[in-house]
C-alpha cells in the first residue's frame, strides 16, 4: 500500500472524515503533517497544492486534494486501485 501524507490542523472535521475513509480502506498509517502547529508546512502545502485549505491528501506521489475529492475517487471505485497500485 502507498504511502498517505495529509496536511491537516487540530481541529479539522473533514480531516477526521478523510482519516476515517482511508482507515476503511485498509490504509493502517497516514503521516499528518499539522500546519498549525508548523506554519511554515502551509507555504510548502500551498506551494504543492495551489489551495489553502486542509486537509490536502497525498497517495504517494499523487495528490488527491480535500475530503470531497477523495470520497469522488471511492465513489468512482478509484481510490483502492490508487492505494494499491
Not at 30 to 41: A, F, L, N
Amino acid at each position: 500500500m502507498k504511502k498517505v501524507v495529509m496536511y491537516s490542523t487540530g481541529y479539522c472535521p473533514y480531516c477526521s472524515r478523510a482519516e476515517m475513509l482511508l482507515k476503511q480502506r485498509g490504509v493502517s498509517e497516514i503521516e499528518k503533517i499539522r500546519i498549525d502547529q508548523e506554519p511554515e508546512q502551509r507555504a510548502i502545502m500551498m506551494e504543492r497544492t495551489g489551495r489553502r485549505t486542509v486537509p490536502q491528501i497525498f497517495i504517494g506521489d499523487t495528490h488527491v486534494g480535500g475530503f470531497d475529492d477523495l470520497a469522488a475517487l471511492d465513489r468512482a471505485d478509484k481510490l483502492l486501485p490508487l492505494l494499491n497500485d
